[in-house]
């Protein structure tokens, strides 16, 4: 083998040796899996069972469709619509997953055991600790909201993050709407009640605004006509754009509609702190503050680490970091068999640069001390899995041939390379390396890439020399996580969206709209949420919201 996958062989190897050693002690190993978001369920939904006895443990006992989430705060889509009984997922036919709806407390590494509570959610039976014991363990908890510890903001804020969280949200804007018309107010204090505040400029903030706004003009100004003209929703962002991650195009077009339908946008504001009933705003350029008065505040900014998560961090050695590290093949760094993905984790790529020698070595088939570009060309493919951001690299650089990296600094077209130039030539590759984002996207590709592997390990066992495919590429089996990004939408309201997709392709307005709704509903993960969220859809069309609270 050409060796440039010798770190991920190696790793495999000692990886299957512990397999062996564990086999004598049970038939199937055990896995346990952590959470029941995008990252568990994708997971547990390719995961062959056959060969393994799998153990779930989450608070929750459903999975919640979240890019919908923003829907279920107006009404436009029932919470009961979004979600969909684990236990209806997880049901198959080659045996049982079973679930425990309890928390997990504590990761025991040393042990292989994770320390569990259950009945944190019932307040009336109290609760029950138990530990499971695990031969591979699946962290996939996701994150949680992230206040950057304004003061104020947990106690008077709400967040958009979970089923409950939206349901809150869809009441208290009514309620807004009911204190706001209590006989005997000034116009003042209606205006106070009805000034509805998101903070962060991000897709589920922007969104989030997009859909109250609608709510308000559509349905709710029809039914509490005397206070309309008090209603305002402002947006405040820290960056100086709205949908920064996205295209250029996307922010500029979100920030215009958002001027027309009258939603204010605050950019370059940071809140400092959030008290009952204001919100003490500070303008980045001219670092005034401002007092701004509300009836609502919606917090959407960032996600952060769960405290376990951290607390487990420290016992791998990882408490300098931000959040928990994973390698190419989404295992824990600092531990062994405990694999994290999804929100909660980041994938540690590993920078071209660390191990050029190697690569050199590698390719330099006939140990001349120098490469030749078709020395080069035979091992850029396994080079681009090991490294992306080298594909990336090309591909940003518009770089079609491996001779355009090979050229000199007076762009000549060279033949060969030696270790110097080998090293010029790739280094500014590592510029192209950027962290996951933290979307359902990334979470859903890496659970299904996981459960292939972990499906594919006892293939391995009965056919040590691998399936054939890769036994003359010499290739190993285990390839590391690739991500393929299929795109993202931004729903504007007023039945308009804009997206970005594959290709540098950016589609706005009504149409893109349509789109939306048939990939949100072909994504459903069953056939009978599809059902219901469809269903919400149409009668959202013919009868408008409810707006009971
Ligand atoms: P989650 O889906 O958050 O799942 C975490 C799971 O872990 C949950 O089941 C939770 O109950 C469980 N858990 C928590 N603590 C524990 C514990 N101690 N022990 C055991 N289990 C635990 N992404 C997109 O790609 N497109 C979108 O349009 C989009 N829209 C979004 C809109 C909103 C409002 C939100 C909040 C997110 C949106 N996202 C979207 C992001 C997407 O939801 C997340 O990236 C995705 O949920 C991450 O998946 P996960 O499995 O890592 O975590
Ligand atoms: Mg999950
Ligand atoms: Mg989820
Ligand atoms: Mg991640
Ligand atoms: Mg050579």
Redesign the pocket.
Known sequence: TGGLLAYAESNVENEKKLVEKNQLVSEKKRVVV???????TSFLKDLDISSYDVKV????NYFAF??L??SVTCGTVEARSIVEPVRNIIKKRSGEIQFCEA???KIDTENNKVFCRSGINDNLVGHNDFSLQYDYLVI????QVNTFNTPGVMEHCHF??EVEDAQRIRRTVIDCFEKAVIPGLSEEERRTNLHFVIVGGG??GVEFAAELHDYVHEDLVKIYPSVKDFVKITLIQSGDHILNTFDERISSFAEQKFQRDGIEVLTGCRVISVSDHFIDMKVKSTGQHVEVPYGMVVWSTGVGT?P?VKDFMGQVGQEKRRILATDEWLRVKGCNNVYA????ASVDQRKVMEDISAIFKAADKDDSGTLSVEEFRDVLDDIIIRYPQVDLYLKNKHLLEVTDLFRDSEGNERKEVDIEGFKLALSQVDSQMKSLP??????AQQGTYLARCLNRWDQCKSNPEGPRRFRSSGRHEFLPFRYRHLG??APLGGEQAAAELPGDWVSMGHSTQWLWYSVYASKQVSWRTRYLVVGDWVRRFIFGRDSSR
């Open positions: 952590l959470g029941t978001g995008w990252g568990g443990v989450s608070p929750r979240t890019p989430l923003p928390e997990c407390l996939a908890v996701g994150a958009l993050k897709p589920t769960r376990f993905l999804g929100d909660c933290a979307t359902a996207q990334v979470a993202q939408f």
